[in-house]
């Protein structure tokens, strides 16, 4: 079945960078992958796309310049380097796809940027 499992969160200083991994299994790794982030009372928030090759990405304008999305099919893995954190990216992060009309996530690993 489809698994999508995520790594590399833990808690980091304002400015400071970390690296998030995905890995996915169960699945033709051929379709765009997305991360995801949810702070504590808000809703679910885009933050990063992919293309299935790698060719496209796009930002939420919110972390624009600051992560960058990137894969790598052989590995079947998914990151997302963070940097230049700030107390505003604390968040669950999610890696997503879509597949036959339906959206499959991992169960997220946990960022917070805190002094």
């Known amino acids: 079945q489809v698994q999508l499992v995520e790594s590399g969160g833990g808690l980091v200083q304002p400015g400071g960078s970390l690296r998030l991994s995905c890995a996915a299994s169960?699945?033709?790794?051929?379709?765009?992958m997305y991360w995801y982030r949810q702070a504590p009372g808000k809703e679910r928030e885009l933050v990063a796309h992919?293309?299935?090759?790698?060719?496209?990405?796009n930002y939420a304008d919110s972390v624009k310049g600051r992560f960058t999305i990137s894969r790598d099919n052989p590995k079947r893995m998914v990151y997302l380097q963070m940097n230049s954190l700030k107390p505003e990216d604390t968040a669950v992060y999610y890696c997503g796809t879509r597949l036959h009309g339906m959206d499959y996530w991992g169960k997220g690993t946990l960022v917070t940027v805190s002094s």
């Open positions: 169960g699945f033709t790794f051929s379709t765009a």
């Open positions: 992919i293309s299935s090759l790698g060719r496209s990405t």
